[in-house]
């Protein structure tokens, strides 16, 4: 490591008497810089002592706590060129783009039939079943989700013991990828879909009454 930029007493040896000393298990090695961790003596010029450290860029030039340095697009770059940061930077995104667009289809549909069924006139406890369809929509959502934390636990969880006495089988929903997305889509729509049942509601109400009015006249 080029410590040449670093004052003298940061980096020299101690060999018999007292002074500062940089062990080479001290060395943190970065993406960005490098940590150096200093020795338990006192510097007589920087007066630092343990636990501080500091913290040194690439070129080996000391950052001190608090800089800013303008970087321009590097990021946005890296995004793009850097393999170890494109590949989980496109994963992230196309998962981000494929819960939001499953989210929104899903829960509208779900919303749609719902408020289709419950239009039928000859269903009894119409307004009952109703009620409870829009009972989530009531509820926070921090408590639905603290609520499903406890139901989807893989060990203890509600979800899971009932799947393994009927089906025998129990997802793993935390310790799967896979299982910890359908988890979360499940949970979102279960938020999402009463207010796109209100919304289909209205828009069937509107329908049927102009619908009526047409015949009339």
Same mark, same amino acid.
């Given at each position: 490591m080029?410590?040449?930029?670093?004052?003298?007493?940061?980096?020299?040896a101690?060999?018999?008497?007292?002074?500062?000393?940089?062990?080479?298990?001290?060395?943190l090695?970065t993406?960005?810089?490098?940590?150096?961790?200093?020795?338990?003596?006192?510097?007589?010029?920087?007066g630092?002592?343990l636990?501080?450290?500091? @913290?040194?860029? $690439?070129? *080996?030039?000391?950052? &001190?706590i608090g800089? +800013?340095? =303008?970087?321009?697009?590097?990021n946005?770059?890296?995004?793009?060129?850097?393999?170890?940061?494109q590949?989980?930077?496109?994963?992230?995104?196309?998962?981000?783009?494929a819960?939001?667009?499953i989210?929104a289809?899903?829960a509208?549909?779900?919303?749609?039939?719902?408020?289709?069924?419950l239009e039928?006139?000859?269903?009894?406890?119409?307004?009952?079943?109703?009620?409870?369809l829009?009972?989530?929509?009531?509820?926070?959502?921090?408590?639905?989700?603290?609520?499903?934390?406890g139901? @989807?636990?893989q $060990?203890? *969880?509600?979800?899971? &013991?009932?799947?393994? +006495?009927? =089906?025998?089988?129990?997802?793993?929903?935390e310790?799967?990828?896979?299982?910890a997305?359908?988890?979360?889509?499940?949970?979102?729509?279960w938020?999402?879909?009463?207010?796109?049942?209100?919304i289909?509601?209205g828009?069937?109400?509107i329908?049927?009454?102009?619908?009526?009015r047409?015949?009339?006249?």
């Amino acid at each position: 490591m080029d410590t040449s930029s670093l004052p003298s007493e940061w980096t020299n040896a101690r060999k018999g008497g007292a002074g500062p000393i940089l062990l080479p298990e001290q060395n943190l090695e970065t993406k960005s810089g490098r940590f150096l961790y200093q020795s338990e003596d006192q510097f007589p010029r920087s007066g630092l002592t343990l636990p501080e450290a500091i @913290f040194v860029d $690439e070129k *080996g030039e000391q950052i &001190e706590i608090g800089s +800013a340095r =303008f970087t321009g697009l590097d990021n946005y770059i890296k995004i793009v060129t850097d393999p170890e940061i494109q590949l989980p930077f496109v994963r992230i995104f196309l998962w981000t783009v494929a819960f939001s667009a499953i989210s929104a289809a899903g829960a509208f549909a779900i919303g749609m039939v719902l408020a289709v069924i419950l239009e039928w006139k000859e269903m009894r406890l119409r307004k009952v079943y109703r009620t409870l369809l829009i009972l989530p929509y009531a509820v926070p959502a921090v408590l639905s989700i603290l609520i499903f934390k406890g139901l @989807f636990n893989q $060990e203890f *969880g509600a979800v899971n &013991e009932f799947l393994h +006495a009927v =089906f025998r089988f129990a997802p793993q929903w935390e310790t799967n990828p896979w299982g910890a997305r359908a988890m979360v889509l499940l949970v979102n729509l279960w938020l999402g879909y009463p207010y796109m049942m209100l919304i289909c509601t209205g828009m069937l109400q509107i329908d049927s009454e102009q619908h009526l009015r047409g015949q009339r006249h």
